[in-house]
T-cell receptor
Framework: DQQVKQNSPSLSVQEGRISILNCDYT??????FLWYKKYPAEGPTFLISISSIKDKNEDGRFTVFLNKSAKHLSLHIVPSQPGDSAVYFC???????????FGGGTRLMVKP | NAGVTQTPKFQVLKTGQSMTLQCAQD?????MYWYRQDPGMGLRLIYYSASEGTTDKGEVPNGYNVSRLNKREFSLRLESAAPSQTSVYFCASSFLDSGETQYFGPGTRLLVL
């Protein structure tokens, strides 16, 4: 039973437009959420995170939104660039634990 | 500063063979982790080490053993490889042991025939 789900395996957007990647979770103990980006043949790299005490966190072109009541988070990339084409993983943890639980990933393709 | 390094990059094994995947970090992190990545499954935690001298099971530990050799190094051993262990293996480390930002190595691609 996957506790973190990314229901869209892939997403294609035009350069300059907004990319919205979604993630749902089931475990109400999670209080910290992260997004990782992964290029082929490389390890995942940390992109942005959000604590459960916030509902939004912004870093340049990347914004993560958290809706605790819906157990849903989303990553917005504005404007999207071809270099953003990668697999994006959302992950969740709780402060008392050591483990990150990952979603299955969404492959983003940004077309020039 | 190399970050997290893993060896080998790629390995082919026959069923029943054993091997050890090596991981080292130079960021003075306390915690280290081993994950496997399979298509559509994301990354699943195999084992982790919150600090030097301790190891704990993750979500999918069966068929694996680990050793936290020192603060820098954390190895993953497959005693008798099975085709189901064909995967890409990632090592990660973090400064704190509270599930916060983890830094990943480049991965080891393992094929078990």
């Amino acid at each position: 039973d996957q506790q973190v789900k990314q229901n869209s395996p892939s997403l294609s957007v035009q350069e300059g437009r907004i990319s919205i990647l979604n993630c749902d979770y089931t475990n109400s103990m999670f209080d910290y959420f992260l997004w990782y980006k992964k290029y082929p043949a490389e390890g995942p790299t940390f992109l942005i995170s959000i604590s459960s005490i916030k509902d939004k966190n912004e870093d340049g072109r990347f914004t993560v939104f958290l809706n605790k009541s819906a157990k849903h988070l989303s990553l917005h990339i504005v404007p999207s660039q071809p270099g953003d084409s990668a697999v994006y993983f959302c992950a969740a943890s709780w402060r008392a634990g050591n483990m990150l639980t990952f979603g299955g990933g969404t492959r983003l393709m940004v077309k020039p | 500063n190399a970050g997290v390094t893993q060896t080998p990059k790629f390995q082919v094994l026959k069923t029943g063979q054993s091997m050890t995947l090596q991981c080292a970090q130079d960021m003075n992190h306390n915690s280290m982790y081993w994950y496997r990545q399979d298509p559509g499954m994301g990354l699943r935690l195999i084992y982790y080490s919150a600090s030097e001298g301790t190891t704990d099971k993750g979500e999918v530990p069966n068929g694996y053993n680990v050793s936290r050799l020192n603060k820098r190094e954390f190895s993953l051993r497959l005693e008798s490889a099975a085709p189901s262990q064909t995967s890409v293996y990632f090592c990660a480390s973090s400064f704190l042991d509270s599930g916060e930002t983890q830094y990943f190595g480049p991965g080891t691609r393992l094929l078990v025939l």
